[in-house]
């Protein structure tokens, strides 16, 4: 054990003294950078004005005069660096209009400094030019040092500090109450086991000191999710303690005739009512609590980028003031739009070096996909994690953020592939900024990261088989096949984050693309989730039988079963109650059904349970059917366009991770393993009370909470978190 401590000590220095490395060569390289660019200036300027010369004669070549421009610029950048800050110091009681007057003529008394210690002596300006030329060359270099400091968040980190001491007056106190807060940052889609892989490669050096550095802060800890293993069901179990009657991303409720939809604000806003009706809570974070990049509220009072509020029209729509306050700064907005377009080339640059290899799997890429998914890993990160900041900073309780980068990437791109290790790196960095601030905050914060689902690879169920699920389950009932198949679109979740910030309407007419052109109003609804598909008859009634099903569609059930794309389906028998099937005639009942028997033998531990929990929903849909899975591989078969998928049972979709400070209590005793997102929210939930004492009743927690900070109005108005070059 001394062993390996010592050696992971070993690879922890060198992996920070590599770091040190590379940001000294930043900053090497920024230094060249400017230095460069002020060279260039200082060249055409010295074309465009008569009165300024950088060289003696005629005789002198090009190069000459070149090199000259280079030690007037790294002359006159070193004596700005070394005497305007002592002469600022000096002139502090001086008026700020005169100061503002003497920098113009002292920075041109400063480049006529510069040219007359030229090696040759060859430039020369009278003084008013000079003062132009070094208002330029001064304005250039501040905006070209900005530019380049997109990137170092170690600067900015610093900055951060100085502004949250200005706030306290200098002083360092220890928060209200004494009490620290917790923030809760969720890495959507992040599987317990590729996060491990991830810190074996190195690829996120914050979260690797926080579990193997010389005094590990945290531990790790896989935990169980429901049937349904995607956002809308694990966050809404997490933030308001109950998903009951959420049996998947998409279904059909046939009483009402609407498509539920994790992704579209009215659904978001009638799931959250519902939850609260059924625990008679308003949330975990209804007190003092912000809620950032969410599809749900959680009950928090300051919200920016949730999901559930954006169906609420007028001017007052907090969903998207945090877009609105944090682009009202120029600075966010020209940094943020610079990695967008890099994003947008980066993914252009990945998709066709993907299709001339021939990689598989692989799904089309083109369209606006490279916008939506420069969107969920730029914009949408940046503006989350600048109001993170801002809640840090003005001491908030509870903070719970949705990182979605790496989801709506693994997606795509697949959850173990090139680029989603690339977009790891980054999730890394905004960790770690964060963490770095909440050290300068008002109050000492505890930080606990999580996931909602991980992700399970594979080759799509259409990519492998030749039909969508939609399409063979119509041919299976002997109804029209269309020639050209209707996909179900990908990455919806971030669609549709782009449609309501653009204010237009999340399409939520599910049911048609279910319905060919021609197809009766009695034919069956499919839907995808994952590699989870979900059937229902319109024209039956409540949930329909195994025995009507079978009566309507003699060959429905059998063809299903017996696909090898398919697992098992679930349906509710007349004589029965609900059964499982699976291939070669197998039928279980669902109160015999066991883990690792039958159609579950390999789908792992909780399964069974898992199954009869979503059975007993409302909204359960006629039929349910769960892909394939292969457990040596952790192969799944999406039903939709994805090979990185996630909304059934098979492989990592169903195990995401809880990292937690050891100075919080252990979220379930040893030997014991958290299983579903409820148990997540009772966890968080003490946690809280341990941090900040009894929870404030939810009855009163309005009038409780202390003075909030105006929505949208970050206290940190400088600067969103970037991407890497590399």
Known sequence: MQTNRGGRGVVAEGRWRRISWRRAGGTLLRVITVWAVSTLTMLALAGILPEFQLQGDDSESLTDVALTAAWAAGAFGLLSALVWPVVVRALLLVPALVLGLLAFFLNGSLLLVALSVLPRGSGEADPETAVVVAAVMSAVASATSTALAVRDDEAYRR?????????????????????????????????????????????????????????????????????????????????????????????????????????????????????????????????????RGNLFSGGADQLALVLSIAARRGPNNRSRAGYFAYFSDPANAVRTAMSFVTEVCREIHSSVRSRLRKETPRVGRGGLYPFIRAFATVVQRDVVVAAVIGDVLSGRTAIYADLVSYDEVAHHSGPRSRDADKILRRVDRSVALIAKVAEHAPRAYRIVLLSDHGQSPGETFEGRFGLTLRDYVRASCGLSVPRRAQRTRSGAEARDAVRTVLHRPVDLAEAAHSHPAGSDASDPIVMASGNLGLISFPDI????????????????????????????????????????????????????????????????????????????????????????????????HAFEEQIGSHGGLGGEQTRPFLLWPLAMSRPVPEGEEIVGAEAVHQVFRRWLRECQGPQVPVGTAQESRPDAQAEGVFPVASRAVQDEKA
């Open 159 to 291: 900055r951060l500090s100085r502004l949250a001491q200005r706030r306290r007056g200098g002083k360092r106190d220890a928060g209200r109450h004494g009490m620290p807060g917790t923030v809760f940052l969720q890495l959507d889609g992040l599987g317990h086991d590729t996060l491990r892989r991830a810190l074996d490669k190195q690829l996120m050096p914050t979260l690797a000191a926080l579990l193997e550095g010389d005094l590990p802060s945290h531990r790790l800890t896989p935990w169980r999710t429901d049937w349904s293993s995607q956002t809308g069901a694990s966050q809404l179990g997490i933030l308001h303690g109950s998903n009951h009657d959420v049996p998947a991303f998409r279904w059909y409720e046939k009483e009402t005739g609407r498509t539920m939809v994790c992704s579209s604000p009215a659904s978001t806003a009638e799931l959250q009512q519902r939850a609260i009706e059924h625990t008679g809570d308003g949330g975990l974070l209804t007190y003092d609590g912000a809620s």
């Open 541 to 636: 009634e409540g949930r329909a039988s195994r025995e009507e099903i079978d009566r309507r569609h003699p060959a429905l059930l059998r063809m299903l079963a017996g696909h090898p794309g398919v697992g098992f389906l679930l349906v509710r028998s007349e004589e029965h109650g609900a059964v499982v099937l699976g291939a070669k005639g197998v039928e279980v009942p669902l109160a015999e059904l066991r883990d690792g028997e039958g159609p579950l033998t390999p789908f792992g531990a909780g399964a069974a349970d898992a199954i009869r929990r979503t059975d007993s929903f409302p909204h359960t849909a006629d039929l349910m059917v769960n892909s394939s899975y292969d457990p040596e591989t952790g192969r799944v």
